[in-house]
């Protein structure tokens, strides 16, 4: 086109954005940009707007930003690429802080497009306060019935750990896609109900339903989530023959994570062996994950290998290897894992659990001396370790992964980062009040026994969301059943 003597416009030089962010090429959008900048075209707000997509989409939010601080003027498709890019670069908060002031300080009225990347933000933080306030928008804007945005609701409430908001929500829907049965049957296999998921796909055939590759891997993880392995295995099985649907690695995982938990540990490597595909990361960590489930030291360093040469900047492989020698008591070789981590520069995801009080997220990690309540949190901890040993409960210093004695390991486990956010909700909220939690890592056995007995002193019930599933605690017992 330039060979030729055409000069672009700003509308040649979106549609050019628009491929750069197609093909995630960073540094064509740099030239592009630059071009941009010499034809005078930088302050069209639909170029400005598809600079910060095509940034965002390669990776550059620092670059993003830039040109969004830089507008003169902003309307709802700058504001909704900006706040789209905050959630896919992970920081879900600061999308939702843009969102704030777009209303505040622009005026500008957001979109279908706005209420679905909000949504997905509020999924993530599960600030379950932030998305009623949402739904509310969405009702006002006459936006309810539209299915795109039933079906992130679904989501946001699964997400959020009220699962009946979410189901709620699905049989409201007048219109529903198979996005809408899937994501309701992903968040039955997040929560662990695996009957409801059963019974949903029923309803899903009946209602003429087609049933695709997504719709497996939610029954197949809901399976997973109670050890049902006949059941996973009749639905596995059926795949191809019953519903047309061929095998994907997702599929493969799915059923490696059930055989493998349930102890079936040479089943679980047998069918990864059979795969007629070479198996990826998730695949070989649904395996190692299995084997930290049944302290199998031998597989584990096996797979763990295979994790690791796979992933060699991914520290699950190493991590969980190091805490299947630390539960068999090896200790010196448990070390020497976590220096090859070290030494190769693998960094570990620090654990950490947060819940929202009064519109206010709180964070927490283990031994967290920094929340300016630490020391009533404290307090209630001891009080509620004494009430909780008085009926009963133990210790279970298996889940210290540190060679101390054992006075140390129960002291180590009281102070851990889900029971200083549950002891921060319960001085914090009214008696009786549910209370939300969620951590970025699967709870320690330890907190899960703890969090039984605490549910059952203080009467109330405790939902907590890891990085696996959803668990219920009411009453001294868990929606998981002890199988998680």
């Not at 584990?300 to 492989?317: F, H, M, T, Y």
């Amino acid at each position: 086109m330039q060979q030729e003597g055409l000069i672009p416009d700003s509308f040649t030089f979106v549609q050019l954005l628009n491929a750069c962010a197609s093909l995630r090429a960073l540094e064509s959008g740099r030239q592009i940009h630059a071009q941009i900048i010499q034809s005078g075209c930088e302050c069209n707000i639909f170029v400005e707007s598809g600079l910060i997509d095509m940034y965002a989409k390669c990776g550059s939010l620092a670059d993003a930003r830039k040109v969004f601080n830089k507008m003169d003027a902003r309307d709802v498709v700058s504001y909704n690429a900006m706040i789209l890019a905050h959630v896919k670069s992970g920081q879900a908060q600061e999308a939702l802080e843009l969102f704030q002031r777009m209303q505040c300080e622009e005026g500008a009225e957001p979109d279908r497009a706005t209420f679905l990347a909000v949504l997905n933000a509020c999924a993530s933080l599960a600030s379950l306060n932030e998305g009623r306030c949402v739904q509310e928008q969405i009702i006002q804007n006459s936006l309810g019935s539209d299915v795109f945005v039933a079906n992130s609701l679904i989501d946001m409430y699964s997400k959020c750990g009220v699962i009946d908001d979410a189901q709620k929500v699905f049989n409201k829907m007048t219109t529903r896609d198979v996005v809408a049965w899937n994501t309701m049957l992903g968040g039955y296999a997040m929560h662990g109900l695996a009957k409801e998921a059963l019974e949903l796909l029923e309803r899903m055939c009946e209602e003429g339903v087609e049933v695709d590759n997504v719709t497996l891997v939610a029954l197949l993880s809901a399976c997973s989530h109670l050890g049902l392995v006949d059941e996973g295995m009749h639905y596995y099985e059926s795949m191809g023959l019953v519903y047309g649907v061929s095998s994907t690695v997702e599929h493969y995982a799915c059923m490696v994570d059930l055989l493998g938990r349930a102890g079936h540990l040479d089943e679980a490597e047998d069918l990864i062996k059979t795969m007629p595909f070479e198996p990826n990361v998730a695949v070989w960590k649904a395996l190692l994950g299995a084997c930290r489930v049944c302290g199998n030291v031998e597989m584990g360093e096996r797979i763990a290998k295979e994790v690791i040469d796979l992933d060699p900047g991914n520290s699950a492989g190493y991590v969980m290897l190091s805490n299947i020698y630390a539960a068999a008591g090896k200790w010196d070789i448990s070390a020497d894992i976590q220096c090859q981590r070290l030494e190769r520069g693998v960094k570990k995801e620090p654990g950490r659990t947060w819940i929202e009080v009064n519109n206010e997220m709180h964070s927490f990690m283990v031994d967290d001396q920094e929340h300016p309540h630490i020391t009533e949190i404290h307090a209630k901890l001891r009080k509620l370790s004494a009430q909780m040993e008085e009926i009963g409960y133990v210790p279970d210093t298996r889940f210290v992964l540190h060679d101390v004695d054992e006075e140390e390991k129960a002291l180590q486990l009281c102070y851990h980062s889900e029971k200083l956010a549950i002891a921060f909700g319960l001085i914090s909220t009214p008696p009786g009040t549910s209370l939300r939690i969620f951590k970025n890592l699967r709870i320690c056995g330890d907190c899960h026994n703890a969090t039984k007995f605490i549910s059952r002193i203080v009467g109330r019930t405790i939902i907590v969301r890891d990085a696996h599933r959803f668990h219920h605690f009411e009453d001294g017992y868990c929606s998981c059943r002890d199988y998680w």
